[in-house]
C-alpha cells in the first residue's frame, strides 16, 4: 500500500510563547500639596523709596561756581572723609590749618558733615583759587577731594534764600506748596553747626 512507502509525520510541535519581562513602571507623580502656612516663604519686601535730597545740601551745590569762572574767596571742598573728621572734635580745625596755611589766610569754616561738605573763607580771591588748584583730586585721609569756589559763603541767610529758590522752582506755579517744604528746612538749619570765624590777628 502507499500508506507503508510514506516517511512517518512528524510529532507535532508546541509552541510556547517566550515569557515577557516586566518593566516597572513609577506610578504617577502626586500633585505637590502646597506647604503649611507657617513654612511658606514671606513674601518679599518692597524696595525702599530712595531717600530725599537734604535742601541743605542741595542750596550748598548750587552756590558752586563752573570751572573757568573768576575765583571767590570762599570755597568748597566735598570728600567722604569730612563725615569722619566731623565726628572728632577739632580735627577738622587742624587739618585746614596746616593744609590751607601754605596758600593763604583762613578766615572761616563751615563743615557739613554728613553731606561730606566744608565751605571755607579765605582772605582774597587769588587764595581761593590757589586752594581749588591744590586740593582738587587731592587725597584728604583715604578718599580724593573736589574743590570748586562759591559764589558766596552759606551761612544760614544765604542758604535759606538758596533753599527758598529751589522749593518755588519745584512746586506747581501759583502754588504755595513750597512754604511747607521750608519748614524741613528751617529744621534742619537748626540742627547744623554754625560757621566758626578766625579772630583777626
Same mark, same amino acid.
Given at each position: 500500500?502507499?500508506? !507503508?512507502?510514506?516517511?512517518?509525520? &512528524? #510529532? %507535532?510541535? +508546541?509552541?510556547? @510563547? =517566550?515569557?515577557? /519581562?516586566?518593566? $516597572? ?9 502646597? !506647604?503649611?502656612?507657617?513654612?511658606? &516663604? #514671606? %513674601?518679599? +519686601?518692597?524696595? @525702599? =523709596?530712595?531717600? /530725599?535730597?537734604? $535742601? ?9 561756581? !563752573? ?12 570728600? =567722604? ?121
Amino acid at each position: 500500500p502507499v500508506a !507503508a512507502l510514506l516517511p512517518p509525520a &512528524p #510529532a %507535532p510541535v +508546541a509552541l510556547v @510563547a =517566550a515569557p515577557t /519581562a516586566l518593566v $516597572p513602571v513609577a506610578p504617577p507623580a502626586a500633585a505637590a500639596s502646597p !506647604a503649611p502656612q507657617h513654612l511658606q &516663604p #514671606a %513674601p518679599a +519686601a518692597p524696595a @525702599a =523709596a530712595a531717600p /530725599a535730597a537734604c $535742601p541743605i545740601q542741595a542750596a550748598v551745590l548750587e552756590l558752586r561756581l !563752573a570751572p573757568g569762572t573768576p575765583p571767590t574767596c570762599n570755597v568748597l571742598i566735598e570728600c =567722604a572723609d569730612l563725615g569722619l573728621t566731623s565726628k572728632t572734635p577739632g580735627m577738622t580745625e587742624a587739618w585746614l590749618t596746616h593744609t590751607l596755611a601754605p596758600h593763604g589766610t583762613l578766615r572761616g569754616w563751615r563743615l557739613l558733615g554728613y553731606a561730606g561738605l566744608l565751605a571755607v573763607c579765605m582772605s582774597s580771591e587769588s587764595e581761593g583759587g590757589a586752594v581749588v588748584a591744590a586740593l582738587q583730586g587731592r587725597t584728604m585721609l583715604l578718599s580724593p577731594m573736589s574743590a570748586a569756589c562759591l559764589a558766596a559763603f552759606p551761612d544760614d541767610v544765604t542758604l535759606t534764600a538758596q533753599a527758598q529758590q529751589a522749593a518755588i522752582r519745584a512746586s506747581p506755579a501759583g502754588s504755595n506748596a513750597w512754604m511747607g517744604a521750608m519748614v524741613g528746612v528751617y529744621t534742619r538749619l537748626q540742627e547744623l553747626p554754625p560757621a566758626s570765624w578766625v579772630a583777626p590777628a
